[in-house]
């Protein structure tokens, strides 16, 4: 018997009829016009256009759609409005005669139920501002940068809070995460079996590798050509603003949250010649880190290195394993939106060190003087020194507190966009175009610093090993040739003849002593360099996703200035969203003058101690020959 005639049969009755019935595609329609990117898989619309809902469960504020013309992408859930059918009526089934295609037939646009679910909404104003996409991409820079990876997860949060508590260790440390590459990507998820049934023709054109109806995004991946941005650095995946989004920076920009932040909380920023600084605190303190020793637990199964840290204010040792400095620098980024937080020193062990073992001395010594560096660095910044969760950090020694403070700085309600919500800003408005004016020429001056940290690391490494190989033998070759001809010399024993023959031995000695010299130097003078040189790489290679924050959040608000102009945002939502805009400018613009402070001091006392390490190694190579010259005075 057909198969058509089998469905036939079994549509007499209405249970029937309700089993086979295809359920109704979920529809949507556009409260906001959305320009998408095209390379990031994103689908374009408009307000008031319907669209097909695919998946609902990519994430991060996402889902995927089909417009009527069949083009499938990404768009931002806040965009849209989902428009409901109405409770079934259960009609009687069709006469066996009814075609089967009929029973597939999605429902139409157009139904009473659309347009009442669209009338209810229909004089849409703008006494509720239009969300902010999930993370913002600026449309007005039609040349800049690729924002490739810029939704590609936001940052990690610990999956089992409690157990995380009770055992800080991994399985083997070493798998802990590691804040030097990239502490906030989300492993990548790959099914074992496609899950989708979209057609070659319903993939997109667009380089983004995103499955039309994966359940998941992925994360993705980046080209020889889109590895950099305008601002210089090679880029991890742009996930900051993904962050700030999800965690209430559009609610901030839009002014739909509001919190009464304690006095305690708040954090100034003063006007200066220079522009916007942070307030720096009137005690500025240090923070030592001795004596590392290695502990067990697990009755020895497990071993790890503790630090011993004592803050200067306090005078009170602390006991810290590299897994707590993993964590502090995972909340520091997770709270400070605007801040770049220096990367952690390896976790890994480095190619120096490969051959010797992870609790050699030399190593653990290595590792503790790179902690003790990016300590440095943070006791120095106004904000983060005078944070809570840094504090904890430096001076918590009771382990039920410890956890309790744990816990809160996971929960912080201040961070990510909502730290915004505690900087306390001069009363003066920026002038929007002065700020992208000053954005444009920082943008340039970290991509040039950038470009000059790789050159002269390339230039001093090729220099350090030039010192310890090249120039040590050749000295040394010019050394052992005076000690030959010396050597012969002496044959002649004659008492004329023996001065000469001393001194060109001595020159010889002098030679072979000097190509020691060149081998030992580079730790005088070029490897601390080479160190602060590596140190500032290390910082550059943050920065992208701070002024691409700031990027976002200028482009929303010229956005909304746009909106103003054709008469869908009230000019004084407009003034709004422009004022909280200028926090983050200012949050911006202070960081950007701290780094500057910073990076002046540095490189001062790093060029005065290359100086003088250069200095006082060619003025002993100096007395060295002076003093086997004066060997041939009396020869």
């Not at 005078?386 to 929960?411: I, M």
Request: proline letters at 6%; one cysteine or more; glycine letters at 6%.
């Amino acid at each position: 018997m057909p198969a058509v005639q089998i469905l036939h049969d079994c549509c007499n009755s209405l249970s029937v009829v309700t089993m086979l019935t295809v359920p109704q595609a979920i529809q949507a329609r556009g409260l906001y016009d959305f320009n998408g990117d095209l390379d990031n898989g994103e689908l374009t619309f408009s307000t008031g256009e319907t669209l097909t809902i695919v998946t609902q469960d990519i994430g991060e504020g996402w889902w995927e759609a089909r417009n009527e013309a069949g083009q499938q992408g990404l768009i931002p859930e806040s965009y849209v409005q989902l428009l409901e059918p109405p409770e079934p009526s259960f009609p009687p089934p069709p006469p066996p005669s009814a075609p089967v295609s009929d029973w597939n037939t999605p429902q139409t646009e157009g139904g009473d139920w659309n347009n009442d679910a669209w009338n209810s909404h229909g004089s849409e104003s703008w006494d509720q501002e239009p969300p902010h996409a999930p993370d913002y991409t600026n449309h007005n820079n039609a040349g800049g940068v690729n924002n490739q990876g810029f939704r590609g997860g936001g940052m990690q949060q610990q999956a089992s809070e409690e157990g995380w508590d009770d055992d800080w260790d991994d399985e083997n440390e070493d798998n802990s995460s590691n804040s030097t590459t990239n502490t906030s990507q989300p492993n990548e998820i790959k099914p074992d079996a496609p899950e989708t049934t979209a057609t070659d023709k319903d993939q997109l054109p667009g380089s983004g590798n995103f499955g039309l109806s994966a359940p998941k995004r992925e994360k993705k991946q980046m080209t020889q050509n889109s590895d950099f941005s305008k601002y210089g650095t090679v880029k991890k995946s742009f996930n900051r603003f993904s962050t700030f989004a999800k965690t209430g920076g559009d609610a901030f920009l839009m002014g739909t949250v509001s919190a009464n932040v304690s006095e305690s909380d708040l954090i100034k920023i003063i006007d200066t010649q220079d522009g916007p600084a942070w307030n720096y605190p009137s005690q500025p303190y240090t923070c030592a880190i001795k004596s590392p020793k290695k502990e067990s637990k697990l009755k020895g199964l497990k071993s790890y290195i503790a630090y011993q840290l004592t803050p200067s204010f306090s005078n009170i040792q602390v006991s810290r394993r590299y897994k707590h400095f993993d964590w502090l620098h995972e909340r520091l980024e997770a709270k400070f939106t605007c801040i770049p937080i220096p990367p952690l020193p390896d976790k890994a062990l480095s190619a120096k060190h490969s051959s010797k073992g992870r609790y050699e001395d030399d190593f653990v010594s290595e590792r503790m003087r790179q902690l003790q560096l990016w300590v440095d660095r943070m006791v120095r910044h106004p904000v983060i020194s005078q944070s809570e969760v840094f504090n904890h950090f430096l001076t918590c020694t009771d382990e039920k507190k410890w956890k309790a403070g744990k816990r809160k700085a996971e929960k912080d309600e201040y961070q990510g966009g909502k730290f915004f919500l505690t900087l306390q800003t001069p009363p003066t408005s920026l002038d929007m175009r002065d700020v992208e004016k000053r954005m444009e020429i920082f943008c340039r001056f970290v991509k040039g610093m950038d470009d000059n940290m790789r050159n002269m690391l390339q230039i001093g490494h090729d220099s350090r090993k030039k010192h310890t190989g090249p120039y040590k033998r050749e000295f040394q070759k010019i050394g052992g040739s005076f000690k030959q001809l010396a050597e012969t010399f002496n044959l002649d024993s004659a008492a004329h003849s023996q001065n000469l023959t001393a001194a060109i031995d001595y020159t010889g000695d002098t030679y072979n002593e000097i190509g020691d010299m060149y081998e030992k130097q580079p730790r005088e003078d070029l490897d601390y360099m080479l160190e602060v040189l590596f140190e500032y790489k290390g910082m550059l290679s943050t920065y992208p996703d701070v002024l691409k924050l700031h990027e976002g959040a200028i482009g929303k608000a010229k956005e909304c200035e746009r909106l103003k102009d054709e008469g869908r945002m009230p000019e004084s939502d407009v003034a709004a969203v422009i004022q909280r805009a200028d926090v983050i400018s200012f949050g911006t613009l202070a960081e950007m003058n701290h780094f500057q402070r910073e990076r002046v001091a540095d490189y001062k006392e790093m060029m005065q101690k290359f100086l003088h390490g250069q200095i006082k190694f060619y003025r002993d190579i100096t007395q060295k020959l002076e003093s086997a010259l004066h060997k041939y005075e009396n020869a």
